[in-house]
């Protein structure tokens, strides 16, 4: 089976600070994506990778960066945290066989 | 038009009920198809997964996908009190992993009432 692992379920930060959140998938997959999630707004694509050191911009990238430098691991950075950013945070990974598989999230609260 | 529509629902329904959830899509361009599932507090789990038109069947659970419509359903039979949970469609226009990002929907929440 399919195991992506983020780092924390529940976070809470103040705002301006730097936030890293961590995501890991043991299936050598090529992909991995990070999404939030909000209510009445679905899933929202922030960011993806395709391979080690690549990245593109998903739909809300804004206030966001991330980070591959190793295949199975992909960050996301919130360079200066706003009470905005305050939402469930989902990584997902893929193949070039295999659709996605989610972690289990991190719920974030920025106070 | 949005690209992927998803009622929005709640849907509540008593145990042992047939439940069809739906979504429509605009972009004729997708061809592969997905239902996730998500409970409370946990990551979205993939369901099923089709390709192109026609059915799918996984225990309980059937997938139709009717590419002429641009229409998906998820069937659920002898639904149970452990199917209440929130399912999300999704669907890509390339193969379902290689750089291919995803379009959902918004999601519908079920509730099964024993």
């Known amino acids: 089976d399919v195991k992506v692992t983020q780092s924390s379920r529940y976070l809470v930060k103040r705002t301006g600070e730097k936030v890293f959140l961590e995501c890991v998938q043991d299936m050598d997959h090529e992909n991995m994506f990070w999404y939030r999630q909000d209510p009445g707004l679905g899933l929202r694509l922030i960011y993806f990778s395709y391979d080690v050191k690549m990245k593109e911009k998903g739909d809300i990238p804004e206030g966001y960066s991330v980070s591959r430098e190793k295949k199975e691991r992909f960050s996301l950075i919130l360079e200066s945290a706003s009470t905005n950013q305050t939402s469930m945070y989902l990584c997902a990974s893929s193949s070039h066989y295999q659709p996605q598989h989610f972690g289990d999230g991190t719920r974030l609260s920025i106070l | 038009q949005k690209e992927v529509e998803q009622d929005p629902g709640p849907l509540s329904v008593p145990e042992g009920a047939i439940v069809s959830l739906n979504c429509t899509y605009s972009n004729s361009a997708f061809q592969y198809f997905m239902w996730y599932r998500q409970y409370s507090r946990k990551g979205p789990e993939l369901l099923m997964y089709?390709?192109?038109?026609g059915n799918k069947e996984d225990g309980r659970f059937t997938a139709q996908v009717d590419k002429s419509s641009k229409y998906i359903s998820l069937f659920i039979r002898d639904s149970q009190p452990s199917d209440s949970a929130t399912y999300l469609c999704a669907m890509s226009g390339r193969g379902a992993g290689a750089n291919s990002k995803l379009t959902f929907g918004k999601g519908i929440t079920l509730s099964v009432r024993p």
């Open positions: 089709t390709y192109s038109s």
